[in-house]
């Protein structure tokens, strides 16, 4: 990818429950896109460009999870072993933590209360737009979730965006739903690569 003073490269939730086949939300072939990922954060900084990662960041009881009459399994518990970013990922730039009150974080720029609908922004567009960031590159976990919302979220804010899809994993929680998420994205004028 073309990188520069003015783009920012956006690494989502590449974190051990996501990343890793012992991760209680693993996300099939995740692993592989490690080094993927890497390279995008080596040409990024070769060319000046913001790296940010974000982190899915939950309290051990959320209406996130199953448990808590949520979609999905425990996962990205705060000061877990599962919230840490992979061993193997390439860290150099701030970290943007989501969800951090209970709420659904699936986009790096925005959490949602699921049973009160209240929005609230991470703070990652203003942290951008301070360093004169108008174009962002997204990869990362998942393809179909949380670098869909990222990535739509980033249009939306009027954000130049690209996701490279060979830097993305999917969960599929329903066959096609990786496919569903890219096409959406090119629909809303996501440039995908
Ligand atoms: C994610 C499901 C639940 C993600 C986060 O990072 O894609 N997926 N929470
Ligand atoms: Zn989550």
Redesign the pocket.
């Known amino acids: 990818m073309p990188y520069d003073a003015g783009t920012a490269l956006v690494v ?2 590449v974190q051990n429950d ?1 990343a890793d086949p012992a991760g209680g ?1 693993y996300v099939t072939g995740a692993e592989l896109i490690v080094p993927v990922v890497n390279a995008e954060v080596a040409a990024a900084r070769a060319a000046g460009a913001q790296v940010v990662y974000t982190t ?1 960041w939950h309290p051990a009881a959320t209406p ?1 999870f199953l448990t808590g009459g949520g979609p ?1 399994p425990a ?2 518990v705060k000061g877990t072993w599962g919230a840490e970013l992979h061993s193997d990922l390439v860290v150099d730039g701030d970290i943007v933590r989501k969800g951090t009150g209970g709420e659904d ?2 986009s790096g720029f925005g959490v949602r209360d699921p049973l009160t609908g209240d929005e609230r922004t991470t703070g990652l567009a203003a942290l951008l737009r301070a360093r004169g960031v108008s174009a962002i590159v997204v990869v990362g ?2 393809g179909d ?3 869909q919302a990222t990535a739509l979220d980033a249009v939306r804010l009027g954000f130049a965006t690209r996701v490279v899809r060979a830097a993305t994993a999917s ?1 599929n929680l329903t066959e096609g739903d990786e496919d569903r998420a890219f096409a959406a994205m090119a629909a809303a004028g996501v440039e995908v690569v």
Do not use: P
Request: overall charge negative; hydrophobic content about 55%; some cysteine.
């Open positions: 989502v939730d996501f939300l899915d996130h999905w996962h990205c974080g699936y976990l998942a979730v949380c670098v969960v």
